[in-house]
Each structure stands twice: as structure tokens, then as C-alpha cells.
């Protein structure tokens, strides 16, 4: 999954991209480096970053979904948003999969619209805000039977939302310390009990450039490593910002080792 980010502040200066030309150049070259699936998002989600309006949202990502589902008509295109107005005006321009990072948490309606939009729904878990979440980072029991807790709550409500196929996305960086990132690491295997594929988004991401000295710009190589961990631990799809690399990985490990099952 090849990120596309319309926003001028990610967390990775590498992944911005405004102009409708870049964009679609950028598409390009991800979809012939191999990306199952381009994910375009309009709202930074990076530890505090600035809450923007939905018109402002809509304004960045439904014109960037429209164009890119016009030049490439085959791709398989993700929204990344956690609003049912943004998500139902981006299925009708040719998004196909729903992308939320807060599990219908910040809006009630999103699971009902994901059940009526009729498209496959990545469930991740978060707790608070992307203004707040680092302040959420104590779990008063195990992390893991938590995850699993929540995600079974979730899958509930959205089977009665009509939802049918879902990814789990365990919210790398999202509520949870580095320490954390990697005991979800080692732990991976753990939410197979849920019968689901798994995302996995640590691209370039502070878990592991910060325990290397480094920044998101020199943070290819960890990222690598860290990838190809998660794939040994049952990761399904990666959710990346370079995509030749990540391809490469997988496919070195799919011809090497034995992935566990998620079923």
C-alpha cells in the first residue's frame, strides 16, 4: 500500500505531494514498483498535528482520488480519512477501500456509512485523538488482550453496520510508545485469534528512527528491517512510503520463510 499524503505537514516531507502532476507521477511510479493499493489521505495524522475542517479535507483528497482514478482506472485506490462525509463522496469518485485510523471512534456515522458504501473497511485501533493520543499511552491491563478486546467490540458494530471485509491495522505509533510498538512487534502473531489480515504502517515512523539516532529521511533501512519482522510475524500488507523497496522485501521473505496463517 503506497502512501499519498495531500497534506502540507506529514510527518515525512518524502510522502507531501500538491501538485496534480506530482501526484500522479508519484502514482505511477509506485504502481509500476508494485503497489497493490495507493492510499491518499488529506488529513496529517502524526502525533499532534493540526485538526483541519472537513470542507478543508474534502478540498485536499476528493479532486486527488478523481485524478488518479481517471489516469490509472485499474488501481486499486484506499481513502485514508476518518469522516463519513469525506469517505462517501470519495467512494463515488472511485475510491475502493476505506481507510480509518479511529475505528468510527471520531464519527458516529462512518460505520454505518462503511456498511452502505459496500467496500472493504481497515479497522485500526487508536485511543483519543491524533491531537491527543500520546497522552493515552497506559494500558491498565495486558496491550495485546486489550488490542484484541477492542477489535472484537469493533468487528461487532460493524457487522451489524453490513460491513463484510475487514483488515486490522494495530495502530503502530498510534497511542502507544516505541516500547510498545515493538512488544506489538514480537507479539503479532497474537491477533490471528481474530480470523483477519493484518496492515502493518511503521514505514519511516519514530519507533524506528528515534532508538536509531536518526530522522524520517534516513529512516530507510530501519524501515526495511522492521518490515521484514512484521511480515515474519503474519503482516498481510504493508502500508509504505517507498514501495520498490518494500516489494522487494516481501518478496524475499514470501520465497524464504513460511508466513504464519490469519485464519
Given at each position: 500500500?503506497?502512501?499519498?499524503?495531500?497534506?502540507?505537514?506529514?510527518?515525512?516531507?518524502?510522502?507531501?505531494?500538491?501538485?496534480?502532476d506530482d501526484l500522479l507521477r508519484r502514482a505511477e511510479q509506485m504502481l509500476e514498483a508494485g503497489a497493490a493499493v495507493l492510499d491518499l489521505g488529506g488529513y496529517s495524522t502524526r502525533p499532534g498535528a493540526?485538526?483541519?475542517?472537513?470542507?478543508?479535507?474534502?478540498?485536499?483528497?476528493?479532486?486527488?482520488?478523481?485524478?488518479?482514478?481517471?489516469?490509472?482506472?485499474?488501481?486499486?485506490?484506499?481513502?485514508?480519512?476518518f469522516r463519513a462525509a469525506v469517505a462517501t463522496e470519495a467512494v463515488a469518485l472511485g475510491a475502493d477501500i476505506l481507510n480509518d485510523i479511529s475505528a468510527g471512534t471520531l464519527d458516529a456515522e462512518l460505520l454505518n456509512a462503511a456498511g452502505r458504501l459496500g467496500v472493504p473497511y481497515v479497522l485500526m485501533h487508536l485511543r483519543g485523538t491524533p491531537q491527543t493520543m500520546t497522552q493515552h499511552t497506559h494500558y491498565s491491563s495486558d496491550l495485546l488482550l486489550e488490542m484484541v478486546r477492542f477489535f472484537r467490540t469493533k468487528l461487532a458494530e460493524l457487522r451489524a453496520a453490513g460491513v463484510v471485509d475487514v483488515v486490522l491495522d494495530p495502530g503502530f505509533g498510534f497511542a502507544?510508545?516505541?516500547?510498545?510498538?515493538?512488544?506489538?512487534?514480537?507479539?503479532?502473531?497474537?491477533?490471528?485469534?481474530?480470523?483477519?489480515?493484518?496492515?502493518?504502517?511503521?514505514?519511516?515512523?519514530?519507533?524506528?528512527?528515534?532508538?536509531?539516532?536518526?530522522?524520517?529521511?534516513?529512516?530507510?533501512?530501519?524501515?526495511?528491517?522492521?518490515h521484514t519482522m512484521a511480515l515474519l510475524n503474519g503482516a498481510r500488507l504493508l502500508r509504505v512510503h517507498d514501495v520498490a523497496e518494500a516489494v522487494q522485501t516481501i518478496k524475499l521473505v514470501l520465497n524464504s520463510y513460511p508466513i504464519p496463517s490469519s485464519s
Open positions: 500500500m503506497g502512501i499519498l499524503n495531500l497534506t502540507p505537514d506529514s510527518f515525512y516531507q518524502g510522502s507531501r505531494v500538491q501538485a496534480t493540526e485538526d483541519i475542517a472537513e470542507d478543508e479535507e474534502k478540498r485536499r483528497v476528493l479532486p486527488a482520488i478523481q485524478a488518479v482514478r481517471e489516469a490509472f482506472p485499474e488501481a486499486f485506490l484506499s481513502v485514508d480519512t502507544k510508545t516505541s516500547e510498545q510498538g515493538y512488544e506489538l512487534l514480537r507479539r503479532l502473531p497474537e491477533l490471528n485469534i481474530l480470523g483477519l489480515p493484518l496492515l502493518v504502517g511503521v514505514s519511516r515512523k519514530s519507533m524506528v528512527y528515534k532508538p536509531l539516532g536518526l530522522t524520517p529521511d534516513a529512516a530507510l533501512t530501519g524501515t526495511i528491517a522492521v
